[in-house]
């Protein structure tokens, strides 16, 4: 069974940082696209970024040149680097196996089901 864990989040002022981890259990993850997601209250998941199995990256137009996503496949874990933080920012994020679905990022949820999620909230 995959267990994915988020940490990392909390209470920010704008303009802070914040790093994101996310650890894989059950499963070796190194064949695998893994992304972030986040979520706020009564909206769907949105794709934040993904950092694919042959080491290329992508992001959410709103996060470009603020947000790097790396991974350590050693550990299992994948890490989200949040600068320059906005209000705007404020979800649950959480982690998961990413596929490409028609033009978009979406989660491989046949990975491992979600995890708790961790919270961040920017202040402005």
Not at 70 to 97: F, G, I
Not at 103 to 123: H, I, K, L, M, Y
Request: aromatic share 12%.
């Amino acid at each position: 069974q995959v267990h994915l864990v988020e940490s990392g989040g909390g209470l920010v002022q704008a303009g802070g940082s914040l790093r994101l981890s996310c650890v894989v259990s059950g499963r070796t993850f190194s064949g695998y696209n893994m992304g972030w997601f986040r979520q706020a209250p009564g909206k769907e998941r949105e794709f934040v970024a993904v950092s694919g199995r042959s080491g290329n990256t992508y992001y959410v137009d709103s996060v470009k040149g603020r947000f790097t996503i790396s991974r350590d496949n050693a550990k299992d874990t994948v890490y989200l680097q949040m600068n320059s933080l906005k209000p705007e920012d404020t979800d649950v994020y959480y982690c998961n196996a990413a596929v490409m679905r028609r033009t978009r990022w979406a989660p491989n949820e046949d990975f491992g089901s979600w995890g708790q999620g961790t919270q961040v909230t920017v202040s402005s």
